[in-house]
């Protein structure tokens, strides 16, 4: 792989493939009986989505977590829920169960995006409105 530093490039090779590197640390995000995994992550590295060492964004993600999102889904077959938009105060997030990242709703407030016992992904249950309900009242 090659590496741009400000002053010089590297050549490296590294020892493993990257996603074995990254779950010497992170094997929380491997999935484990009755759990989905996202299939992105049996075709690709860690590092399609993340950057080891450093990021100006949370989650040492590369760009914006709505972008990496939309870099697989289409928008033709993606349910819309408002994503990059800071809660209203219409909006009753409640405390830690409001998923934000930088203070905004995304795609993880309401997905994960490594893996979940639930279909889609999704964080919670949609039976009676229960993911819904960790930020909207009604």
Do not use: Y
Not at 4 to 14: I, Y
Not at 38 to 51: F, G, I, K
Not at 54 to 63: A, D, F, G, P
């Amino acid at each position: 792989r090659r590496f741009e530093v400000k002053w010089r490039t590297l050549e490296m090779e590294l020892m493993a493939p990257a996603s074995q590197i990254c779950r010497v640390c992170h094997s929380d995000k491997t999935a484990k009986e009755g759990e989905t995994l996202h299939p992105a992550l049996e075709m690709s590295e860690c590092t399609d989505c993340h950057t080891p060492h450093t990021s100006s964004h949370e989650r040492l993600l590369k760009e914006k977590e709505s972008q990496i999102c939309a870099g697989c889904h289409e928008d033709s077959h993606v349910v819309k829920h408002p994503v990059d938009v800071k809660p209203s105060l219409k909006i009753k997030a409640k405390g830690s169960q409001a998923r934000l990242v930088d203070g905004e709703v995304t795609c993880t407030s309401c997905h994960n995006p490594h893996k979940a016992k639930g279909p889609f992904l999704l964080e919670g249950s949609m039976a009676g409105g229960e993911l819904c309900r960790a930020c909207h009242e009604f």
